[in-house]
């Protein structure tokens, strides 16, 4: 009778624990829902829900890896479309705070900096191409036919080189405005939570680099090859732990209040003072009276 082995334990425990995190984040964040779902937020959800999903598939995967190419194929997707998918919306998230922390005076798509951001970021779907094309999957001819997983060596240092290359830019982007804020964000209002915000963001855009190259530095090690479920283990710890930091950033009050003002202010709405609201009740309750 088979028994699973150590990796296969750690890996089950490893899922539970990972999708458990995700969900009370992603349930939090649905739960502080009080008004309209405005695109950061609308980021932050489809990220968590990305990360939620990757991990329901691994966890479900895990238990059947041994034997069943199916399985084993499916694993490999979850950790190259989903796990891509998945840094494709943590970039937008950047790049969002990045046009809200410079204090634009246009739109996005009228932004230099934000339509250059917007397009470095269209190398990465060549790259689930590559990793696609280059992808290896393979069941052992021997009991427990164990399923194994991996890419080329050439897929996984272009993965990894634009992975360091586009963290490295949000980094020093972010860094830039923390250490030399513009003019513009020196005298705004919210000044010091601009600093804090770029403070914040750029430690979560140094910790999705480690997490990423760490995921890919372990993969290299391994002559590119890995076991099914050690590779959704790891990339499981990485989408949670990047997962955890945004949480950590977005859930502090400067930030909620630095993004309701960006909001209001590319919606054009004016918040309306407290003496002007009861002025106006006291009037509507006077008029009522009379009638």
Not at 68 to 79: A, D, E, K, Q, R
Not at 109 to 114: A, G, L
Not at 135 to 151: A, E, L, Q, R, Y
Request: net charge positive; charged share 10%.
């Amino acid at each position: 009778m088979y028994s699973p082995d150590q990796w296969e334990i750690i890996a089950e425990v490893n899922s539970v624990a990972c999708i458990t995190v995700v969900s009370l984040i992603f349930g939090r964040k649905i739960a502080g829902i009080d008004g309209p779902i405005h695109y950061v937020r609308g980021l932050l959800l489809v990220l968590y829900g990305l990360s939620w999903a990757f991990n329901l598939i691994a966890c479900m995967l895990t238990s059947t890896n041994n034997g069943n190419s199916i399985s084993c194929l499916l694993t490999y997707y979850n950790c190259t479309i989903i796990y891509t998918g998945s840094k494709l919306v943590l970039y937008l998230y950047f790049i969002e705070k990045i046009h809200i922390i410079s204090i634009p005076k246009q739109t996005r798509f009228k932004s230099p900096m934000y339509l250059t951001n917007l397009g470095l970021l269209l190398p990465n779907f060549a790259i689930i191409v590559i990793q696609l094309i280059y992808k290896t999957n393979i069941i052992s001819d021997t009991f427990p036919f164990h399923c194994t997983v991996g890419m080329d060596l050439f897929a996984t240092i272009i993965s990894l080189a634009y992975d360091i290359f586009l963290s490295c830019v949000y980094i020093g982007i972010f860094l830039k405005f923390y250490c030399f804020p513009t003019t513009a964000q020196q005298t705004a209002h919210q000044s010091s939570s601009l600093h804090f915000m770029a403070k914040r963001n750029a430690m979560a855009a140094i910790v999705s680099m480690i997490t990423s190259c760490a995921n890919y530095i372990i993969l290299i090690s391994l002559n590119g090859l890995q076991r099914g479920l050690v590779a959704s283990s790891v990339v499981a710890l990485s989408v949670t732990i990047m997962c955890m930091f945004i949480h950590w950033v977005t859930t502090h009050p400067a930030e909620i209040q630095l993004n309701e003002r960006a909001l209001q202010r590319v919606n054009g709405d004016k918040p309306v003072r407290l003496e002007i609201k009861q002025h106006q009740e006291v009037v509507v309750l006077t008029e009522l009276n009379r009638v």
